[in-house]
């Protein structure tokens, strides 16, 4: 009993001093006893201050979050044909227009990033960057260019960025971006992009699977960005380009038995194809929506 008096005492000296409801309650884990009633009455205090203190914290957190400044995200798409920009809230959504110029010729990384600039001069202030690469990107550098200039391969697209703008960048690949605007989280999700490559990623309950190439997979006697890439269809027209996409959607679903596919992309202008409610054409916009969701870990953290 001694000691419990004891422990009470210091517990009460510590307590009366400490305005911190987690301090409290820890002193009092501490003041077990061989009295059951005054142990209990003192687990009921410790409990009380416990979820007090959890209160406060998440108040804390409620004032924390809204006083930080809503970040800006410079959201770009580098594609084989156009370049674009726009700017995006914390939440995804748009706070300008979207800027496109053509990608310039040939497409080799100064030129290109000189015309990155020029576009982003026309932007408000951002604090952050995310940008969609029409490859394979691994940890901020460049390892394929299908559809831009051979000297893309092995550039540090995300540090050289860094270095211009001066802000923290994010490269991702373009289809993977595109995903990121349109799926729901929920389930297998692809999407493929229908421009001058043809993208493709694979996400399931939200979460990208990356580093899917299907354009380049063989697919009949060539490969699937061959026949509905920007030189598919200019060689196939676009009736039997159409009817080639009905082939590989049908193909996708019995190879990734996806519960949702997206079709994006420029090019998905000219599809006639009527499609089962599971597959949806997204607007070409998403390919910079996403943006933001390269940025959603460090938000959680
Ligand atoms: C590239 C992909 C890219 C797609 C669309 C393909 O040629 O290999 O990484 O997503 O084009 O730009």
């Known amino acids: 009993m001694d000691k419990l008096r004891e422990a009470s005492a210091a517990f009460k000296t510590k307590a009366e001093r400490s305005s911190d409801y987690a301090l409290r309650a820890a002193a009092l884990s501490r003041c077990g006893g061989d009295d059951d009633k005054?142990?209990?009455g003192l687990s009921l205090v410790r409990d009380t201050l416990l979820r007090l203190a959890d209160g406060e914290r998440q108040a804390g957190n409620g004032r924390a979050m809204n006083n930080a400044k809503p970040l800006v995200t410079l959201a770009v798409d580098i594609g084989g044909t156009g370049l674009k920009?726009?700017?995006l809230d914390q939440e995804g959504k748009p706070l300008t227009e979207r800027l496109r110029v053509p990608t310039p010729e040939p497409p080799t990384p100064p030129r290109l990033l000189a015309a990155l600039d020029k576009l982003r001069a026309q932007m408000p202030a951002f604090d952050r960057v995310s940008v969609g690469y029409p490859g394979v990107i691994k940890r901020g550098v460049v390892r394929t260019a299908a559809n831009l200039h051979p000297r893309w391969i092995g550039f540090p697209l995300q540090a050289a960025l860094e270095k211009r703008w001066k802000k923290p960048v994010r490269v991702a690949n373009d289809a993977a971006v595109q995903g990121f605007g349109?799926?729901?989280g929920r389930g297998v999700e692809m999407i493929i992009t229908l421009g001058t490559g043809m993208g493709s990623a694979l996400f399931t309950d939200g979460r990208l699977c990356p580093g899917l190439e299907l354009g380049h997979h063989p697919w009949l006697k060539k490969t699937y960005e061959d026949y509905l890439g920007r030189r598919g269809?200019?060689?196939?027209?676009?009736?039997?380009?159409?009817k080639l996409l009905r082939k590989a959607v049908a193909q996708t679903a019995a190879t990734f038995n996806w519960?949702?596919?997206?079709l994006g992309g420029g090019n998905t202008k000219l599809?006639?194809?009527q499609f089962r409610p599971n597959v949806t054409i997204v607007s070409n916009l998403e390919g910079l929506l996403g943006g933001v969701a390269l940025w959603r870990d460090e938000e959680s953290q």
């Open 38 to 40: 005054v142990f209990d």
């Open 182 to 184: 349109a799926i729901q």
């Open 259 to 262: 519960d949702h596919l997206y």
């Open 233 to 242: 269809l200019k060689k196939y027209g676009v009736k039997k380009w159409n």
């Open 271 to 273: 599809v006639t194809l």
């Open 85 to 87: 920009m726009l700017c």
